[in-house]
């Protein structure tokens, strides 16, 4: 039975190789921390790392992720101990609804792993998740708090 | 929202105890339980209340102190801010407070009318706060009156020797002291006093005015929040919904063997469209897959097979309806309002201006696509929604079903944005007919294309501007000619010479600041659904007034600001008859453009390619100016390169909040003017996703946006509409300034390239 690896646990998928997921994620493992908003990779509010990369899991095949590992915003702390990220998200206070924010934190964190001391200019470039509230200046803020709070930790 | 208000301040803070626990206004409270909340744990946004949870305040033995917040939290910050009024009277410390979001409470009111149980329960209009501001301290200081007459009987000494401070009651003279939780129980089994004990002057507020951050915050950062689209309920079934395209179209033929041939399907149910003479319930007809799993269902929905006849509006396209809308103009309106004689003033004038704007159909697009979990049995009815008016949803899910409205429970999840979308219930109307005909619990799910080609619109349409100045300079005639699909239609009781009421708003500036004003409206035909959008006609109303006022003060050489202030004139109160009123003080308005320009540097040249810009407007109660700073460069790729924002909406509750909501207008008007419109072909929407709605994302935000806030103690207004109005006018005025282009269409798209 074809496997991968979730938020560090092995899982087992023997359902339809074309399901999207984010629906397996979402639906059978009960991880809905990972958002639908678009359903056609535009808006980001499904993003999950696969083998450390960020994906928008809405048009990522079950088929495409046979044996990888997967991590979703549920399995991004450690423990009790808040990803930098979602540590500068409660200091910059950046959510308002919050529903396009856990795929926000998820590009985020990866971002952060390719460019660890971003730009102004890096972050537009490279940061295209939409927040429909409209929180992107505080969400510049908390990606430079995150990469200062990354920093501090790796020190 | 259609629920009176309550009847009595008695109704409001009727109290009743259970053990362990002192709950305020909770009729139902015998069978109340108390909330299990851990540090840190989500909200138990899905914990099924029904009224067992008092409504306001739960104090556990444990100490944990629980605040129901009546009102959806959509992202407008309301389930920090109104917990935050009733924990100011309480006397604890907001720290330790936790925050539930309340199911919808009804009752039958003593005229037998259904009636709200507490408080009014909608999100929207920014009326959270306002309708809140003293209900909620109130029944933070019953609970606090009730706790201190416990700690009286218990020490044995008189009320007015002892002090209630951070969830403690003291006795100075004896030294005694008695935590809240050790109280509870106690203060739960004293009636109320008949007299409703008194609020605390604005200076000895400790909690309202000080910056509080979000309370949910590490439950949205851990994935932990839970929204409509995360509900469940044992034994539930899924489904998706095909519906007809094309406005007010239906079904030719169903073919819906393949549908039921996919595994786990479990049934193809028709929804029936709506009423075509009176208000929707559902907005189309449509045919839903229900499925043990959504991906059955949405594979199901794929093999649907349904050929839809075209409608009533099958000519209708976007360039069709514009042209609609310019013949229109062409002939003679209703008139709305008009003062004197605006067309003798226009004949006679000195100086006369003219110009007309265009602003097309925009979605609400909230990111959380609709959805709602209906579970209709025999007995009741159970609806699970992000809806921002569970009222309404209530109501018309009754009468969709047939059912009594006390048979209906509503639990209100919280939001993945609003906007307006969510004051409409249909979603919720479909989900209950579908868990009618399958009998079991359903759950609806939307997608991003059903949204986007499903909502009611922001109505389109084109305005003709005309001022007329005497030598003086003096504004001697404004009318303001309007075509445009109305969203108040299909209104019970409304007249079409009615529609322009949702349109105008007839008290706005600059109505009572000249003589000669005229406002006057052509009810365009459309099947395109509106509705209320985010601050609804301020946003396209403040787009032209604005716009005009800054060619006119270009045109006359006068700087726009200075033509704003002369205006508005003097602080004074000028009736105001419309949502936001009673009055207007045009010297609020002018308070907060001034400011802005001062805190924005407005006036200051900018070097070529760069520009600034400003306007103000008053929505719903409260003020608010901006200034805008943009670059443009030679290809025409415009930067807004900062927002600097007055605002004055009286007492400020919760200043982190207002700032947080005057950002997401600034960035939500941006997103508007830059490059959304909803676009028509054939008789249907053909938009169908962020490629083609493309919102704003973090490159085009400006990466500077200042909020500064006039707090001048009157009773607070709202904050979730107020900082989208002045964007758009101002970013034109700044692109004008760059590129000496005038900005009359929206959105701007391309219009800066070449």
């Not at chain 2, 407070?97 to 909608?122: A, S």
């Not at chain 2, 509900?231 to 039921?260: K, N, Q």
């Not at chain 2, 396209?317 to 709305?336: M, N, V, Y």
Request: with cysteine; aromatic share 6%; glycine share 10%.
């Amino acid at each position: 039975m074809p496997q991968l690896k979730v938020n560090g646990r092995r899982v087992d998928y023997a359902g339809d190789p074309d399901m999207p997921l984010l629906w397996f994620l979402r639906e059978e493992q009960g991880l809905t921390g990972v958002k639908f908003g678009c359903g056609a990779a535009l808006c980001g509010a499904c993003t999950v790392h696969v083998d450390g990369a960020a994906v928008r899991s809405c048009v990522t095949p079950m088929a495409s992720v046979e044996g990888a590992s997967v991590t979703t915003i549920e399995g991004l702390s450690d423990g009790e101990t808040l990803h930098p990220v979602q540590e500068a998200w409660l200091e910059e206070d950046v959510a308002q609804c919050g529903y396009c924010q856990a795929g926000q934190i998820m590009a985020v964190a990866a971002f952060l792993e390719k460019t660890p001391d971003p730009t102004d200019a890096d972050i537009d470039d490279g940061l295209t998740n939409i927040c429909r509230c409209g929180t992107y200046h505080r969400l510049r803020k908390g990606v430079h708090r995150a990469a200062a709070l990354r920093a501090g930790r790796a020190s | 929202m259609n629920a009176p208000i309550i009847s009595s301040r008695r109704d409001i803070l009727r109290y009743a105890g259970a053990a362990g626990a002192l709950i305020i206004a909770a009729p139902l409270a015998s069978c109340a339980r108390r909330a299990k909340l851990e540090q840190d744990a989500p909200p138990p946004a899905l914990e099924w209340f029904e009224g067992e949870i008092g409504p306001f305040v739960v104090i556990n033995a444990d100490e944990t102190i629980v605040i129901g917040s009546p009102n959806p939290e959509m992202g407008q910050g309301v389930d920090t801010s109104l917990p935050m009024l009733v924990a100011e009277e309480l006397e604890v410390d907001f720290d330790k407070v936790r925050m539930v979001q309340m199911p919808l409470g009804l009752k039958t009111g003593d005229d037998g009318e259904i009636t709200w149980k507490h408080v009014p329960q909608g999100s929207g209009g920014s009326t959270s706060i306002p309708e809140n501001w003293e209900a909620l301290r109130r029944a933070g200081a019953l609970a606090r009156t009730l706790l201190v007459a416990a700690a009286a009987e218990r020490f044995g000494v008189p009320v007015a020797e002892l002090t209630a401070a951070n969830g403690v009651v003291t006795h100075e003279g004896t030294g005694r002291s008695a935590s809240y939780g050790a109280l509870a129980q106690e203060a739960a089994a004293i009636a109320p006093p008949a007299e409703a004990p008194a609020l605390k002057p604005r200076s000895r507020f400790r909690i309202i005015g000080k910056p509080q951050k979000m309370k949910n915050a590490r439950a949205i950062v851990t994935g932990r929040a839970v929204y409509g689209i995360d509900a469940t309920l044992p034994g539930m079934l899924h489904a998706v919904m095909e519906r007809c395209p094309y406005f007010d179209g239906t079904a030719i033929s169903v073919d819906d063997s393949a549908a039921r041939a996919v595994d786990g399907v479990v049934d193809v149910v028709k929804v029936r469209r709506p009423p075509l003479d009176g208000p929707y319930d559902v907005q189309a007809e449509g045919y839903a897959v229900v499925a043990t799993s959504l991906w059955a269902a949405m594979k199901g929905r794929r093999a649907l097979r349904i050929e839809w006849d075209h409608g009533p509006y099958a000519d209708e396209s976007s360039e069709s309806f514009k042209r609609h809308c310019a013949d229109l103009l062409s002939g003679a309106g209703r008139i709305a309002r008009h003062d004197g004689d605006f067309d003798a003033a226009f004949a006679g004038a000195a100086e006369t201006y003219e110009a007309t704007y265009w602003e097309p159909y925009v979605s609400h697009a909230p990111l959380e696509p609709q959805n709602a979990l209906a579970d209709v049995r025999a007995d009741a009815v159970t609806i699970i929604a992000p809806t921002q008016t569970p009222s309404s949803c209530n109501r018309m899910v009754a009468a969709a079903l047939g059912r009594e409205r006390l048979d209906v429970k509503v639990l209100p999840t919280r939001l993945g944005g609003g906007f307006g979308r969510r004051l409409s219930n249909d979603y919720a109307v479909e989900a209950a007919l579908i868990s009618q005909a399958v009998a079991k619990p359903v759950k609806l799910l939307w997608t991003r294309e059903d949204d986007l080609q499903h909502d009611f619109y922001r109505p389109a349409g084109m305005h003709e501007l005309k001022a007329a100045f005497n030598d003086a300079g003096e504004l001697t005639g404004w009318t303001h000619r309007l075509a445009s699909a109305s969203k108040y239609y299909r209104r019970e009781g409304l007249p079409e010479d009615e529609y322009w009421t949702s349109e105008f708003w007839d008290d706005d500036f600059p109505a009572n600041m000249t003589p000669n004003y005229r406002l006057e409206y052509f009810s365009a035909r459309s099947g395109a659904p509106r509705g209320s959008w985010r601050a609804p006609a301020h946003t396209a109303n403040a787009f032209v007034v604005q716009s005009f006022l800054n060619e006119i003060a270009h045109r006359r050489g006068e700087d726009p600001l200075a033509l704003r202030l002369r205006l508005l004139g003097e602080p004074r109160e000028i009736p105001y008859k419309n949502h936001g009123g009673p009055v207007f003080n045009p010297g609020r308005l002018a308070a907060c453009l001034k400011l802005a320009a001062e805190k924005g540097a407005y006036g200051e040249k900018t070097p070529p390619g760069r520009g600034r810009g400003i306007a103000g407007h008053f929505t719903f109660g409260g003020y608010c100016a901006q200034v805008v700073d943009v670059e443009v460069d030679g290809d025409g790729r415009l930067k807004t390169t900062r927002v600097v924002a007055a605002v004055d909406i009286g007492s400020v509750v919760n200043p982190n909040g207002v700032i947080a909501q005057l950002e997401s207008g600034v960035n939500d008007g941006l997103s508007t003017a830059l490059r959304l419109a909803i676009e028509i072909e054939g008789g249907r929407v053909t938009t169908s996703n962020f490629d083609t709605y493309p919102l704003m994302k973090i490159a085009d935000a400006p990466p500077v946006i200042e909020t500064h806030i006039i707090d001048n103690g009157d009773a607070p207004s709202g904050m979730g509409e107020m900082g989208i109005p002045p964007l758009a006018p101002a970013l034109a005025h700044a692109i004008f300034e760059a590129t000496g282009k005038r900005i009359r269409t929206l959105p701007i798209a391309d219009q800066l390239r070449a």
